[in-house]
């Protein structure tokens, strides 16, 4: 297993500049990126949102294998210039479209593209990492951006509250740990009902 890739090094240089934003020094490993985007198989939503995609590990993985119509929607929103600077340089494709902004932004960011609501909104934020305000305002827009059968779908290396603050907004919350990826990675799965 080859740890140390040109993507790994750019996340790593990207971390040590914003270590509260990025708050892991690894990236979500391939095969595990593969594995949350395979959620969406059966399914082929046609509006994605994904939040701080970084180097853009799971947004590969949903766009790799035919999981995406070629009408579907994916959009990038992601806070950090570096990250979003090698996403417009790497990733190619006619379906995503990429954002510097904040999460928070995720109504404006739907109606700038003419988009509805989402089907599905991927989410690699360290949500119990920032100020709590914070991340009760992204949750709030998450829940108003999801159609009312929508997933959201957030990862993170540390339990921590993440549950709790789930909670806040989505009545059903799941929640499952992949332990192939370095460190696990805490996987939770939210729907409004
Ligand atoms: C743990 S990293 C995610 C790693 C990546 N998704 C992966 O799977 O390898 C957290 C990411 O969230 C971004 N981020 C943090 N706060 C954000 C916000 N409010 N809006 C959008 N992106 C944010 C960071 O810049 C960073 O790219």
């Known amino acids: 297993m ?23 020094i690894f990236r979500t490993r391939t095969a595990v990126a593969k594995r949350l985007a395979d959620r969406i198989r059966e399914w082929r939503p046609q509006v994605i949102v994904e939040y701080g995609p970084a180097t853009g590990s799971v947004s590969r993985a949903i766009l790799a294998g035919g999981k995406l119509a070629a009408s579907s929607s994916l959009l990038l929103i992601e806070k950090t210039p570096e990250f979003v600077e090698y996403l417009r340089r790497t990733l190619h494709d006619p379906r995503v479209s990429i954002f510097h902004r904040s999460a928070t932004d995720v109504l404006k960011v739907l109606a700038e ?79 409004k009902n």
């Open 2 to 24: 080859n740890l140390v890739t040109p993507e790994w090094l750019v996340f790593a240089k990207v971390f040590l500049r914003h270590p509260w934003d990025v708050s892991s």
């Open 113 to 191: 593209c003419g988009l509805g609501k989402a089907d599905c909104i991927f989410s690699g934020i360290p949500l119990t990492l920032i100020p709590v305000d914070s991340a009760d305002a992204i949750l709030r827009n998450t829940r108003e951006a999801l159609n009312e059968d929508g997933l959201f779908v957030q990862y993170a290396f540390r339990r921590n509250n993440m549950e709790v603050l789930l909670r806040r907004h989505f009545q059903n919350v799941r929640s499952r740990t992949e332990i192939f990826n370095i460190p696990p990675l805490m996987v939770f799965e939210a729907r």
